[in-house]
T-cell receptor
């Protein structure tokens, strides 16, 4: 099992560009989520999904879109990147047994 | 609403010192409680958990006891090592919630 994988590991964007951060899991987990991690702010929930076709907003959803067409994949889209979106992004998945499994993260810089 | 409060860091210790990182929570009902660890450049990974009052979670020499009366889940280790240097996150998940609530994280730095 690869667990939770994220691509790319690093990305530099210019303001206004769009991109998609990929996340995939091979554990057949129902729940998937996206967080951003900023210094002094801990983890903040962006969007989450409780199953294929079902998504909902977290604490900081503005500027991000998600979809969940399959159980395995949960991509995060930045529609028009802004410097405030410079952060480290983590994808996580879990089943009903509580533990979350995290990916290695994507380090995004928006110039 | 549900929340987790943990002590601010960084916590700086010498090798073999005793570690305590405080964590308290507010929740409706009886949540499951977790400690996650994040090593430099990596994602979070589960360190230990407890699912009911008075349960003790333990792993790699770390321990935490679920205290319902004080709504706390403090992390302890008797003798830290340089390799324990990381950021530690306390988290809780209430029964009606799909996604856990995380504290802000506490950075631990252990010097030789």
């Amino acid at each position: 099992n690869a667990g939770v994988t994220q691509t790319p590991k690093f990305q530099v964007l210019k303001t206004g560009q769009s991109m998609t951060l990929q996340c995939a899991q091979d554990m057949n987990h129902e729940y998937m989520s996206w967080y951003r991690q900023d210094p002094g702010m801990g983890l903040r929930l962006i969007h989450y999904s409780v199953g294929a076709g079902i998504t909902d907003q977290g604490e900081v959803p503005n500027g991000y879109n998600v979809s969940r067409s399959t159980t395995e994949d949960f991509p995060l889209r930045l529609l028009s990147a802004a410097p405030s979106q410079t952060s480290v992004y983590f994808c996580a998945s879990s089943n009903t047994a509580n533990e979350q499994f995290f990916g290695p993260g994507t380090r995004l810089t928006v110039l | 609403g549900d929340s987790v409060t943990q002590m601010e860091g960084p916590v700086t210790l010498s090798e073999e010192a005793f570690l305590t990182i405080n964590c308290t929570y507010t929740a409706t009902g009886y949540p499951s409680l977790f400690w996650y660890v994040q090593y430099p450049g990596e994602g979070l990974q589960l360190l230990l958990k407890a699912t009911k009052a008075d349960d003790k979670g333990s792993n790699k020499g770390f321990e935490a006891t679920y205290r319902k009366e004080t709504t706390s889940f403090h992390l302890e280790k008797g003798s830290v090592q340089v390799s324990d240097s990381a950021v530690y996150f306390c988290a809780q998940r209430s029964g009606g919630s799909y996604i856990p609530t995380f504290g802000r994280g506490t950075s631990l730095i252990v010097h030789p």
